[in-house]
C-alpha cells in the first residue's frame, strides 16, 4: 500500500459526459500529479501541483482541469469525454521535487 | 520537447537469459528512477539514481547511471518469470518541475 488513495476505482460513463476523479496523496506529501495510461502505453504526464498550487503541467487537453484543495487532496475532472480518453488515470504524490513519487491504484475510466 | 526513449520496446525471453533495457534522453536528468508496473497497478519504485556514473544493484538487477546524466540501463541477471512486466523509467529534467516517464519496456520471461 503506497499511502495514495484514489477513488472511485472503476467508471463507466457515456461520451459526453463529465467525470470528476479524486486523489487523497500520502500524508504530509504536498505534490500531487496526475498521468494517463492507455492500453499498452506509458504513462503520459497530465499536471502536477505543490501545496495548491499548479507546478508543472504537460499534455492536458482543455477538457481536462485539476486542482489541489487546502487539505491538498486533489481532483482530475474530465469533460466532454470521448472513446479515446478511456484509460487508467494515475495519481502520485511526493514531499517535493526530486523525492519519491508513490502512485496510487489508479482509477479505470471506460467511455463508452 | 524533452523525451525518455526506452529500448528495447518490447522483449521476450527465456528463463535464465541475461538482458539489459535503455533509457535515452537529449537533456540532463536531476534525478531518475526505475519502476515495474504490472497490468492494471500502479507502478512501483525500483530505484532511484542520482550521481553520474552511479551503479546500483537490487538482487539480480543492476541500475546505471550514465556519467552525463543523460542516460541509464537497467541489467537482470538470470532472468525469472516473475520478473515479466513493464519497466519504465522515469525522472525530473534539470531546471523543470515535470516528473516524466519514458516510452517503457514491455519484458516476457518464459519458463
Known amino acids: 500500500d503506497s499511502g495514495v488513495t484514489q477513488t472511485p476505482k472503476h467508471l463507466i460513463t457515456a461520451t459526453g459526459q463529465r467525470v470528476t476523479l479524486r486523489c487523497s496523496p500520502r500524508?504530509?506529501?504536498?505534490?500531487v500529479y496526475w498521468y494517463q495510461q492507455s492500453l499498452d502505453q506509458g504513462l503520459q504526464f497530465l499536471i502536477q501541483?505543490?501545496?495548491?498550487?499548479?507546478?508543472a503541467k504537460g499534455n492536458i487537453l482543455e477538457r481536462f482541469s485539476a486542482q489541489q484543495f487546502p487539505d491538498l487532496h486533489s481532483e482530475l475532472n474530465l469533460s466532454s469525454l470521448e472513446l479515446g480518453d478511456s484509460a487508467l488515470y494515475f495519481c502520485?504524490?511526493?514531499?517535493?521535487?526530486?523525492?519519491?513519487?508513490?502512485f496510487g491504484e489508479g482509477s479505470w475510466l471506460t467511455v463508452v | 520537447t524533452q523525451l525518455l526513449e526506452q529500448s528495447p520496446q518490447f522483449l521476450s525471453i527465456q528463463e535464465g537469459e541475461n538482458l539489459t533495457v535503455y533509457c535515452n534522453s537529449s537533456s540532463v536528468f536531476s534525478s531518475l528512477q526505475w519502476y515495474r508496473q504490472e497490468p492494471g497497478e500502479g507502478p512501483v519504485l525500483l530505484v532511484t539514481v542520482v550521481t553520474g556514473g552511479e551503479v546500483k544493484k537490487l538482487k539480480r538487477l543492476t541500475f546505471q547511471f550514465g556519467d552525463a546524466r543523460k542516460d541509464s540501463s537497467l541489467h537482470i541477471t538470470a532472468a525469472q518469470p516473475g520478473d515479466t512486466g513493464l519497466y519504465l523509467c522515469a525522472g525530473i529534467f534539470s531546471g523543470t518541475y515535470k516528473y516524466i516517464f519514458g516510452t517503457g519496456t514491455r519484458l516476457k520471461v518464459l519458463a
Open positions: 500524508s504530509g506529501d504536498l505534490s
Open positions: 502520485a504524490s511526493s514531499s517535493g521535487a526530486g523525492n519519491t513519487i508513490y
Open positions: 501541483y505543490y501545496n495548491g498550487e499548479e507546478r
